[in-house]
Structure formats: structure tokens, C-alpha cells
């Protein structure tokens, strides 16, 4: 079937509608170049509105902490200052150079058309690793879950919180004071988490059991409890619980990005110090791209945002300035 043409030339199209993604377009407002966003998710804010709206976030520049919600609808208001083209729900398969150097994105809808290409896809398409144990399918999407997004839901119920890394911790501390009780199991005694995550969790009232995995769960209609296990003793225990969330991580995929032409490496895209890949006129930019020291952050992908725009500007035109000079001097949008 052959797929309709959206045929407007962007000058700038964005893959990906994250946070990072929406400063990306929102510079590319300053520097004055017709934009599209194109992501997958039926909403902007890729991860952070997906999976993980009312966690907070400490280490965005400016805010001592943000929930993530509102940091993804701060991010909208200011992209929309320049008001970028949004195309949700559509998932770029193709990406095609023409001899007249403009690019073609097929998605799964359409063709949409761009004169250069950023990526911003974070780490692709991503999906929560599952909890194992006896009949955890069974209670998945009702009772047991991969992410938080109502703290109402877990008011006055026992939870049980499984992993060990920066999500598990953050989980577990948000539902101090809401949940009736909360115990968190992790399988060693070593966590991935912040150091100062782990310590207020250490000092909360969140009961921290290590060298703990998820052994079976248990219930008719409703979750009523949990089997875990010492894994080094084997000796297994009883906890009632109500609800359990799982947090060991997330199998990622680039997908058809592979497909592109693309240098990857691992499971990334290669950039060099412009945020460049090896295609001309396609950047890349946040978790998705890697890079000798790449440190994969919100706050690092908030830089390379700037870098991918003011390089593509070059592309673009280069009669054009890298540098535009500082945002301060510019006149504020309505």
C-alpha cells in the first residue's frame, strides 16, 4: 500500500518526543528552523510520562527536585514557544535519502519529509523486564505493575518492592507514608542506586531485605501475598502483601533504527563531537547515541541537544553561525 506524503519540508525532524527530544525542538526554534516531532507514544515525554510520571527527578539543573510529569509539561510550554509540528502515535520504519538530499521518514502512517534528521529516540523501544516467580503472569496489570503512575493506588496497602537500582529505590521511597507498609527485596546488598538515594532508604521506614529474590506470588481474584527467598540460605518466607512492583530494568531495542545505515554500537548510535553520525545531515542526541566518556543522563542530553541543533543549522545553510549567541538576547516568543 502505498503510504500518503505529509508535503511539508521540515527543516529539522525529530525522532522522539522525550525530554530530551523537546529542548531539541525548542532550540531549533531559536534558531529559527521549521520543526516536526515524531514519536510512538500516544504523548509527549517519552519514559518520563510513560512510565515514571510521579517520580521525582534530582539532577536537572535549576530544580532541587521535579516530578517528572511536570518537568515533561514544562518542557511542552517551552517547545511551544516556536510551535513544532507533533505527530504521535506513528513509528518511523524508513528513513530514506533522495538524490535531492531531502529525507523521507516512513512511518507507519505516512511519509513525512525533512531537510536533516535528529534523533532523540532514548534507548529505543523499551519494555519493562518481567518479575519472575510462580503465577506472576496472572497478576500482572492487577496487582502487580512495572511503574507508578497514580501514588493513589497503593494508599493504605502493603507493597512489595523488587530490584535494586535508581527506580526501585525512588519507588519505594514515594510510597513511604502513602502505602500502609512497604518492603523492598533486592537480590545482593549492593544497590545501583544514588548513594544518597540508598541512604534515605537505608533511614526510612521501608523495610529492606538483601540477598531477597520474588519466589511465587499468591491470591484468587486479587494479589494477597508473596513467596520470597534467601538466596543464599534457600530458606523461604511468607509476606502479605497487596500490590508488588517490579523494577528490575528494561529490555531495549532500536528496531528498524538498525535498519538505517546507521554506525551502532552495542545497542547505540555513534556521534562524533558535533553529535554527528555517519549519514550526513542526521544527529543524534541523549541516551540513545554513545561516544568515548558518553554519560547517559537528562541532564547530559540537555547539552547535547544544543550541539545537534547549532551543527545541523550549519548543514543546513553554512553561511550560518554555530554559535547564535546566548538565548538571553533573543525577544521572547508569544
Given at each position: ?19 530530551v527530544g523537546l529542548f531539541t525542538a ?297 554559535f547564535p549567541g546566548h538565548s538571553s ?6
Open positions: 500500500m502505498q503510504l500518503p506524503y505529509d508535503e511539508k519540508v521540515y527543516d529539522i525532524t525529530i525522532i522522539g518526543g522525550g525530554p525548542f532550540y531549533a526554534g531559536i534558531r529559527d528552523a521549521s520543526t516536526k516531532i515524531i514519536d510512538s507514544l500516544p504523548q509527549l515525554g517519552g519514559q518520563l510520562s510513560e512510565l515514571y510520571p510521579e517520580k521525582f527527578i534530582y539532577d536537572v539543573a535549576g530544580f532541587p527536585k521535579i516530578r517528572a510529569m511536570d518537568l515533561v509539561d514544562q518542557l511542552i510550554e517551552q517547545t511551544s514557544q516556536y510551535h513544532p509540528a507533533v505527530q504521535l502515535g506513528e513509528k518511523v520504519i524508513h528513513l530514506v535519502k533522495r538524490e535531492d538530499g531531502i529525507f523521507e521518514l516512513h512511518t507507519d502512517h505516512r511519509i513525512h519529509l525533512s531537510r536533516a534528521v535528529i534523533i532523540t529516540a532514548g534507548i529505543g523501544a523499551f519494555t519493562p523486564k518481567s518479575l519472575p516467580g510462580d503465577n506472576v503472569k496472572k497478576f500482572e496489570g492487577n496487582g502487580i505493575y512495572y511503574y507508578i503512575d497514580d501514588l493513589k493506588r497503593y494508599k493504605d496497602r502493603r507493597v512489595l518492592v523488587v530490584g535494586g537500582g535508581d527506580t526501585a529505590v525512588d519507588f519505594a521511597l514515594m510510597l513511604e507514608g502513602i502505602a500502609k507498609s512497604v518492603t523492598m527485596i533486592h537480590r545482593r546488598d549492593q544497590f545501583r542506586a544514588h548513594e544518597e538515594n540508598v541512604k534515605s532508604l537505608l533511614i526510612s521506614g521501608v523495610d529492606v531485605k538483601t540477598f531477597y529474590e520474588l519466589k511465587a506470588v499468591h491470591g484468587d481474584d486479587s494479589l494477597t501475598g508473596a513467596t520470597i527467598i534467601e538466596n543464599r540460605s534457600k530458606q523461604t518466607e511468607e509476606l502479605e502483601v497487596d500490590s508488588i512492583i517490579g523494577s528490575l530494568g528494561f529490555s531495549a531495542s532500536l528496531g528498524p533504527i538498525m535498519e538505517w545505515g546507521l554506525e551502532i554500537e552495542g545497542n547505540e548510535i555513534v556521534v562524533d563531537s558535533r553529535m554527528a553520525t555517519n549519514l550526513q545531515g542526521v544527529f543524534a542526541a541523549g541516551d540513545i547515541v554513545t561516544y568515548p566518556g558518553k554519560i547517559k543522563l537528562i541532564a547530559t542530553g540537555f547539552g547535547e541537544a544544543p550541539t545537534a541543533v547549532n551543527n545541523a543549522k550549519i548543514y543546513l545553510d553554512p553561511t550560518s553561525k554555530l538576547s533573543r525577544k521572547e516568543q508569544k
